[in-house]
Every structure is written in C-alpha cells, then in structure tokens.
C-alpha cells in the first residue's frame, strides 16, 4: 500500500483555525483519531464530537481494519478504553461470523475490561426511553466475552470485583453465562456469584485495611505505613504500574534505601519495562512528581526512570551515526491541553519527549520547538527526561501560534541538509503572520537543496487532517503516543506504512 491509496489527492479544505489543510482517507483518520484519543475533550474537540467521529469512521471502512486496529491498539500501543468503543461501534454493523468475538477475546486482557467492555456497550446503546441497557447484548460480544471469562483466575477477577463499578463482576458473570473449562472455574464463578472471591493481596487492599486504623500520633502513622510501603515491595507482588504511581509515597513515607534500591533495580530493568507495558509519558509523569522531594533517595530513583525509558529507544532502526535528523516540537497554544482531565502531562510534552526519545538514539541532531518562532535548543544527549524538563521551560518562549513553515525555512536559510525532518504536532499549522506561508510550499523549496529529505509528521490529536499531501513519496504520516510509533517508523524505512502495521494484525 501507498498513500496514493491513503489521502484525497484533490481534497483541499480547512483546518481548525481557517488554513488550508488536506483530507485523509477514512483509514488513516481512523487510525489517528483512535491512536491519540483518552476519551476527555481535546483542544479543538468536545469528546462526545471525537466518539461520534469515531463511530462515523467505523461505518465507512471495513469491519475488518476496525477489527485489526482494536487489537493493534490495545495489544501494540496498550490503549484500553478506545479498543473497547471500537469493539462496541463494530458489534452495531457486523454480524453474520465472528470476527467480533475474536476480536474481543484478542482485546480483553484484563479481568477488568470485561466490566469496562459491558459499560461502553450500555453507554452506546441508550434504549428508547433515555434509559441505558445490556438487555439486548450483541451475541458475538457475548461469544467474545464468554471466551474472555476463561483467561482469568481467582486473583485476577478479585482485584477488580468492585462495588462503585455501575456493572459488576457478579453482573457480568449472569449476562455472559460463560462455561467454566474445568472444575477449579466453576469453583470460582460460584465465588463470583456469592461474593466469596478471596481478598487479594494488593496495595489498593493492603493500604486501605491500614487506614481504617487508629494511631497515636502521625509519627507512628507514617510508620505503620513505611513499614506496609517495605512489606509489600519485598512481597513481589508489588506490580510495575502501581510501584511507578506511588513512587512519591515511597519517599514520603522514608521507605528505606534497601528497598528503594530494589524499587530502583525493577524500574531499570529492560525485560519489567518491556512487560510493564507502560506509555513513555507514565514516566515523565513519575518524574515530575518525585524530583522536588526530599529523601535521600530521590535521585536514585529519577537515575531509575531515566534508564527505564531508555529501554523505549533501543529498537528504533533507520538511524546510524551518519543519518541527519532535525526534530521540531509544537508547542503552540492548541498542545497545552492536558490528554485527560486529572493529568497533568499536556500535548506538548508527548511532543516534547518523544522527539528526547529519538534524540537520544541519534547522533548527528537538530531539535527545538516551534510556536510563532521556531528555536533550537541544545540538549546533551545522556538524559531524557531531565531534557524533557528543560525543553518545557522554554515552550512559551516562542509564541503560541502554530507557524510549522518556519522549521522548514530555518533549514533552508541556513542549507541545512537533512536526512529526517521529525515535527511532534497536532498538525493545526498556519500562518500567523497572514502572508499565507504554508508548510507544504516550503517543504517544495527545501527539497530544491535536500533531494533526499524526508518528512515524518508525528500526529498527536488526530484531527483528521494534514497540513501538507502524503501523496509525496518522502512525506509520512505517524500518529500515537506510545513508543510503539517507533515499531511504524522501522516498517516506513522497509517500505511500508502506518497502515500497513495495522492491517498486519492478527486477530
């Protein structure tokens, strides 16, 4: 495939603020709107205008691409609430076999998202009186789901049979009627329907047992708690996801250096990260909330991180130390939303990390940010996160609106020959100055000077438009936060593309 087959050659329309942009096909929008949504509003999009945007997209391509990208989501860039409302979207037009029940026991891999799954399913399906229903559920999600039930043990469905959940496991259990494989299940689905399930071992159980309990004084508090924090590293059972969320509790609570040496140890280690599954901005956010504390340990700890996700930056292929790159991050006044109303990590700080990402893996590089003005900025090369930090500092020192074109001229102007052109955006670029510069003409006069030049556009909103033709054989379209894009960017250099990745999915 290539975008020959992606974009309207003819479709020139507007983007967000009037400025002529480029429509994809509904494959490619597809795909970025899906890999760049946290179902919470975006700069330019209520969230129920993006979810039904998404389920339109779902009726005009074939049922099995949404099948390959629900399980290419959550399988490959570990998205969990979006691969479920494709699921839903799909189980609304398609029957007759079971392609949606493979892809929801190919999609379902936490005990959890079989609860998370029934509650999208309601929330999509309102009966004709307003009043939401599983009533009615689609067969191949109950096949799905039925297949789903088997995958997991006691402890798994334990750790999420929660009460505050609108549908629980109990609920569940009497709407799938899954079989049990053996006698040990049915054991534990008769558990499920006597809420007899084992309290499992967890920090979420063990933490709030300790708070119902009375002390003295806070210093004896904060000890019971120290001493619960060291328990339940040294219990392995610690997982990699809730050690990273509370690292800063760990250090609150004095937690001692042997076993913040054994939360360090577990941190930087490549094979828990690869298993941990964790997108690389869940570390910048650990690092932001541990680096103004003060123990002892602190540094120890962001060391930790910063090997961690370094790990990320071991598999990029397409880079030697001959391969000339220039990284531009957008950090223009549409990137200062947050990607979800209780975090604290913004669109411009994917933009930002990822392109520390990719510098970390090259040698001969060029980054800096763009808003009215663009601006390198010069980073060592050994930490990411920390030059994330700094990079951030800088975001409001060019401008805030969205001049792409001027990373493009800065090269030409000083016949900067590059291989790779990265630029980390939601792709909203104009010109502010109203002599109606675009990135497209520019990227024409550049490759005048640099033949060989490639364009990678990193879409991080996935608005559904480009603000230049893939058309072109050295343009790219890439769209995501996880360090999966990484897995894209290999294919492109063997000939493929973002499509390409996704329909290769097995489900």
């Not at 398609?94 to 609860?115: C, F, K, P, S, Y």
């Not at 259990?173 to 967890?202: C, G, M, N, S």
């Not at 980073?379 to 401008?399: C, F, Q, W, Y």
């Not at 894009?485 to 593309?497: A, P, Y």
Request: aromatic content about 8%.
């Amino acid at each position: 495939m290539n975008y020959n087959s992606i974009l309207n050659a003819l479709g020139a329309n507007k983007n967000h603020v009037g400025f002529e942009t480029y429509s994809m096909s509904p494959e490619m929008e597809l795909y970025s709107a899906v890999v760049t949504t946290s179902l919470s509003d975006t700069y330019y999009e209520e969230q129920n205008d993006r979810i039904d945007r998404i389920a339109d997209l779902v009726r005009k391509v074939s049922p099995e691409f949404v099948a390959r990208l629900a399980v290419y989501t959550r399988t490959k860039m570990n998205l969990r609430s979006i691969p479920l409302l494709l699921i839903v979207e799909l189980a609304k037009i398609h029957n007759g076999d079971d392609l949606v029940a493979r892809t929801v026991e190919n999609t379902v891999l936490r005990a959890d998202e079989i609860m998370e799954l029934l509650m999208c399913y309601q929330w999509r399906n309102p009966s004709g009186n307003g009043r939401k229903k599983l009533g009615k559920l689609s067969r191949q999600i109950q096949n799905g789901l039925q297949r789903a039930f088997n995958n997991f043990d006691e402890y798994q469905f334990a750790k999420y049979d929660r009460n505050n959940l609108e549908v629980k496991l109990r609920d569940a259990l009497f709407l799938v009627h899954p079989k049990a494989k053996d006698e040990e299940q049915q054991r534990i689905f008769d558990k499920i329907v006597t809420h007899e399930l084992e309290t499992p071992y967890t920090w979420e159980t063990e933490l709030s047992a300790l708070g119902q309990q009375s002390f003295k004084s806070e210093d004896k508090k904060k000890e019971a708690f120290r001493n619960k924090w060291e328990e339940l590293v040294n219990s392995g059972k610690l997982g990699y996801m809730a050690m990273l969320r509370n690292l800063g509790n760990m250090l609150r609570m004095d937690v001692s250096l042997m076993e913040m040496q054994k939360v360090a140890s577990r941190l930087a280690d490549a094979e828990q990260v690869s298993k941990s599954r964790q997108l690389p901005f869940r570390y910048l956010a650990a690092f932001r909330e541990i680096e103004d504390i003060e123990s002892v340990n602190t540094t120890m700890i962001m060391t930790a991180l910063e090997r961690a996700i370094k790990c990320s930056t071991c598999n990029i292929e397409g880079f030697d130390e001959n391969t000339r790159v220039l990284l531009a991050s957008d950090v223009s006044g549409s990137m200062w939303s947050p990607i979800s109303p209780k975090s604290s990590v913004k669109n411009y700080d994917i933009g930002i990390l990822l392109s520390m990402l990719f510098r970390n893996r090259c040698k001969l590089v060029t980054s800096g940010i763009f808003g009215d003005d663009w601006k390198v900025v010069n980073m060592p090369n050994d930490n990411i996160l920390m030059a994330s930090r700094e990079m951030v500092k800088m975001s409001n020192t060019v401008g805030f609106n969205t001049n792409g074109f001027k990373v493009i001229n800065w090269l030409i102007k000083h016949q900067q020959v590059m291989d790779k052109i990265m630029m980390f955006t939601d792709m909203q670029m104009w010109d502010s100055t109203g002599k109606n510069n675009g990135i497209e003409s520019a990227w024409m006069k550049y490759k005048e000077i640099a033949p060989d030049a490639k364009l990678y556009l990193f879409d991080l909103s996935g608005y559904g438009q480009s603000p230049i033709r893939l058309l072109k054989p050295d343009v790219f379209l890439i769209a995501g936060w996880s360090d999966r894009v990484f897995n894209i960017l290999s294919s492109i250099e063997m000939g493929e593309d973002a499509l390409d990745v996704v329909n290769k999915t097995e489900i």
